[in-house]
């Protein structure tokens, strides 16, 4: 069993380190290794189907496929009290080299964070960009995206690998406002920024992402005014810098109701909803969450 396993592994990582790095070329420190465009747009992405064996867990198929659990959770309509059966066939997703073209004031940690992979495999595969020299309109390979946990959230992944504990959205989030976003979760030069910007006009509606019984309703320093819902599956979603609230303490609602309006309080430069994703005193990629 753990002979077929470690294979297993072995294949798997084998034909990643081929997507990362389809060249095969040697990444030796300091290297140079050029890419040629056509290699740089590939931009398949799909289902695999994959075959339960004795053994495997949601947690385990994940980390052999370098997927996040939260998206095979998604794919498959399954939760963390799902029982696999061996023979049971659950689709991984994949999605193989897309190309970012740098924008003004994009940094390589912002970029990396947008897409969920580290940054440390956007330098493998753009072995001529220094992540300090980055200039508008230069073209990055992003490799496969499907790192998004295992990148920008080192937390979730470690609770994942302890309890198999990143539950699932079993349907996604619903947008709580439509508009720019103008800072992605993640580093950012001031420090982590755990949630996602989105920008609005003063007054636009602020809509709850899923259903779930209000927490919070009231001021926070940096936040503003700030509602927090509670959802069912232990997590919980924040919205911060509104002017006006439409909801109460201990209030039930459902995905889409308007819970607040667009604003300016707390630390914020402009009128926009700072949203969080949050589990057991972390937080999450919205991104990762939220319906495209
Ligand atoms: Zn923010």
Redesign the pocket.
Known sequence: MMKRWLTAIIICTFIFSLIVNPAGARLIEGGFTPYSDTKATSTDSGIKMYKVESGDTLWSIASTYNVSLDEIMLINNMDESTVLTIGQRIEIPYSRSRVHVVGKGETMWEIADRYGVRVDKILQANTDKSPTRLRVGDRLIIPDSSYKLASTNNNSVATASTSRGVTTASSGMGWPLVGTIT?PYGWRNSGF?H???IAGNIGDPIRAATSGTVSFVGYKSLYGNTVIIDHPNGRSTLY?HASTFHVQNGQQVGQGDIIAEVGVTGRTTGP?V?FEVRKNGNTYDPLNYLRY
């Open positions: 800072s920024h949630g996602l910007d911060a926009h700072h």
